[in-house]
């Protein structure tokens, strides 16, 4: 267990479901076994863009036990729910299995349902298709047509417009001292432990969706779209989510075709995604290119910063970068240039998956700075402290908080900073194994999502509180029952929690490390609410006394309150999108301030002197995310961040092959992930210190910012330790040979 700087007001409490999870008592969507249950499996496309001929369902109908075979021919009267990012709720444009089109390799083009599983599984695999082929591309070698500026695109202008502060050509141009060099980062799948899954059932014309989510809303009204049915009908219950890291945050191709096959079946239907279609029909990590031009005095003030990023995208969407976001804002660059473009390719489309700009953008930023640092050569701490700055770059305004300098020393103490020796090549261990350390930095923005809470207070000792979000693992309803139980001074056994669920209150996205920031000030709020309405109740009692001893006095079952919370600066709008299932959060730039998190990574690597293996003995992670509201899981977070960033260093690649299009390593044993062995030791450490501008509670992010910077820290390292500076990941044996 990490210490914290300064003790934290909040208590070290274990996760309030842990017992329930290590029992098999937290109950995930396909865990569910409802009466009369049908099971699902889809036979998707084999090849990868054109349009289907004809589909041969007869050998899948004679398999005994097969209820339904749905195929596009089915599906007429059903509409598509439209991109996220385009007033619409799913993580594409395109609905498979609505036209004959097939825009990517893996695409579902049937849905069998059967009694079992097994009749289900080996029916959908005697599906057969006639397609007509049509030529594809799906890596970033596209023609000049196929690469689209976001700059004058019909992407939100305000968002995705080039990023640019000063004179970055002119300064570049001028600068002493320059580095320009281009690094690459491919596909990734994020693969979520629990499976995209649906259960659908109809309970008396009501459609309710059993699903592990981020965004329960978007499933409420996406679907309602799609079925042209009163959203009021359709209750989204999503108690618990096995991992979503940004894969679950809409709408998915999965949900509507078990809710149709419910319907005409009249019995609930389980359809559960496996593994290898996971990494064909749900979002991912697109590949991208970086360019990163800096110029810099002798001092190793940075002075100009330019970074083009080219991103793929499918075909039929526009998934926008934001790459330059974060490479804006690391440092006090006077002068800055940011620019990005899509690249359309013959895939899914691309979404967002943990620190989705972040994490590449830092690579790319944190090596470059890591260079420059070499070629001037000053310390790369010292010369990310030469470059601090508590002014946000892009726009001026002040930064809410920024301990990214204290990140930085106090990291470099724990980890024995000063006992470096610069040379490439000349720290060895004991059996010759080459040393490496390296340092990176990372931020993420600090956004918010407006809330509308609910609570009540029972005679029986109950806490029910209701508010949007998601337990994802990453551990909100701990944070929620931190903040009521600290408040309301209850045992947090009585805390009932209701999150995820659409039935309880308006549920919004819970992704962009938002939802700590946005629910623990919500919950905060509509605790105090109730001790308020408490007090009217009985004035003048006992402040010692508990909500049920107030009750009781007042002789009252139930008090209930309701509070409403959004962004400083947010019109009363996002209420309203907050109650349609649409994306409403705020940030990084509010009215008055920008906010954004900060971590600090230094890494140490051995490279072994024989098989040129490369290990990662010990991180040391300083994190800067304002006050942390639940020790507990925030130290797993930042350790769990810091391992996907070891993964992304050293193992994660989806491998296309460009002429059969689709991921070949599509499962878990060829998508190469690290194990526990891989993992050495990890000291996380939080400045704690709260942010007194963005909220009540001071808190800002953390899950995203935790893996920004790690993936250039261990390429830092690996230069350090070789002389060989690899620009591009994963880094393999063959690099360093
Ligand atoms: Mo997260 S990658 O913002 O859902």
């Known amino acids: 267990m990490s210490m914290n700087m300064n003790e934290s007001v909040f208590p070290n409490q274990p996760r309030i479901d842990a017992r329930d999870k290590v029992r098999g008592a937290a109950l995930y969507a396909a865990d569910q076994a409802l009466p009369g249950m049908l099971h699902a499996a889809l036979a998707v496309s084999t090849i990868n863009r054109g349009e289907v001929r004809s589909i041969d369902t007869r050998a899948a109908r004679e398999v005994g036990g097969v209820r339904l075979v749905l195929t596009h021919a089915d599906m007429g009267e059903y509409k598509p729910a439209g991109h996220v990012l385009g007033g619409g709720f799913a993580f594409q444009s395109m609905q498979p299995m609505l036209e004959s089109g097939i825009a990517y390799r893996g695409q579902p083009i049937a849905l069998v349902v059967a009694d079992t599983l097994e009749a289900a599984l080996e029916a959908a695999s005697l599906i057969r298709a006639k397609y007509e082929e049509q030529p594809f591309q799906v ?3 596209a023609p000049a047509r196929d690469i689209v500026p976001q700059q004058g695109s019909p992407l939100p202008q305000q968002m995705f417009a080039d990023k640019v502060a000063g004179d970055a050509d002119a300064a570049y141009a001028g600068a002493a001292h320059k580095l320009d060099a281009e690094y690459l980062h491919p596909p990734q799948h994020q693969n979520p432990i629990e499976l995209v899954s649906t259960v659908a059932e109809w309970r008396k014309g009501v459609l309710v969706i059993h699903e592990g989510t981020q965004n329960s809303g978007a499933i409420r009204y996406g679907l309602a779209r799609q079925l042209n049915l009163d959203p009021a009908r359709i209750d989204v219950i999503s108690p618990q989510c096995g991992g979503g890291f940004g894969l679950k945050n809409s709408l998915q191709m999965q949900t509507l075709l078990a809710a149709v096959a419910a319907r005409k079946l009249g019995q609930p239907v389980k359809l559960v995604v496996p593994r290898s279609q996971l990494f064909h029909d749900a979002s991912f990590r697109p590949a991208s290119r970086h360019r990163i031009q800096l110029g810099a005095d002798a001092s190793g003030k940075i002075l100009a910063a330019i970074h083009e990023a080219d991103q793929q995208t499918s075909r039929h969407d526009l998934f926008p970068a934001s790459y330059a976001d974060m ?20 895939v899914q489309t691309p979404g967002y998956m943990r620190a989705p700009f972040e994490h590449p953008a830092a690579f790319a930023f944190e090596s470059a700075v890591d260079e420059l640092a070499g070629q001037l050569g000053i310390d790369p701490v010292e010369l990310r402290l030469r470059n601090d700055t508590q002014a946000d770059a892009l726009t001026g305004k002040p930064l809410s908080s920024r301990f990214m300098a204290e990140c930085l020393r106090e990291g470099a103490r724990r980890f024995g900073w000063s006992r470096r020796d610069a040379r490439p090549g000349s720290m060895k261990a ?10 990176a930095c990372g931020a993420y923005k600090a956004a918010t999502s407006p809330a509308i809470a609910r609570i009540a207070a029972t005679r029986d000792g109950r806490i029910l509180f209701t508010v949007a979000g998601h337990e994802m693992g990453q551990g909100m309803r701990t944070a929620i029952a931190n903040v009521l139980a600290r408040r309301l001074r209850v045992d947090p056994r009585a805390l009932v929690i209701q999150i995820g669920d659409t039935r309880g209150a308006p549920q919004h996205l819970t992704a962009g490390s938002w939802g ?25 009692h006992d402040a ?28 009363d709008a996002v209420y ?18 920008v906010s954004m998190s900060y971590a600090a990574h230094f890494v140490e690597v051995s490279v072994e002197p024989v098989t040129r293996r490369i290990r990662v003995p010990r991180v040391v992670s300083m994190i800067d995310c304002g006050r942390v509201v639940s020790p507990v899981t925030a130290d797993s977070q930042v350790r769990g961040g810091v391992v996907w960033g070891i993964g992304a260093a050293l193992r994660e690649i989806s491998e296309v092959d460009p ?66 500076r690899i620009r591009r990941l994963p880094i393999r044996i063959e690099d360093v040979l």
């Open 544 to 571: 010692a006394l508990k909500p049920a001893e107030v009750l009781a006095l007042a002789q009252r079952e139930r008090i209930e309150a309701e509070v409403r919370r959004k962004a400083p600066g947010q019109p």
């Open 576 to 593: 309203g999108r907050l109650q349609g299932g649409m994306p409403a959060p705020a940030g990084p730039v509010y009215p008055d301030f």
């Open 139 to 141: 890596t970033l070698d």
């Open 659 to 724: 002429r059969y299009g689709g991921f070949l390593n599509a499962d878990l044993a060829e998508y190469v992930l690290p194990v526990h062995a891989d993992i050495g030791h990890i000291d996380v450490g939080f400045i704690d210190r709260p942010d007194p501008l963005l909220n009540a509670s001071g808190v800002k992010g953390l899950g995203e910012v935790a893996m920004v910077g790690v993936a250039a820290a261990i390429a830092n390292a690996v230069h350090h330790a070789t002389g060989k």
């Open 430 to 439: 004991a059996d010759g194994a080459a040393i490496g350390w390296g340092v």
């Open 516 to 540: 700590t920031a946005s629910v623990a000030p919500a919950a905060d709020e509509a605790a105090q609410a109730l001790l308020d309405a408490l007090a009217q109740l009985a004035p003048g």
């Open 327 to 346: 490479s804006a804002r690391l440092y006090g660059i006077p002068n800055f240039r940011g620019r990005e473009r899509l690249v359309r390719t013959d």
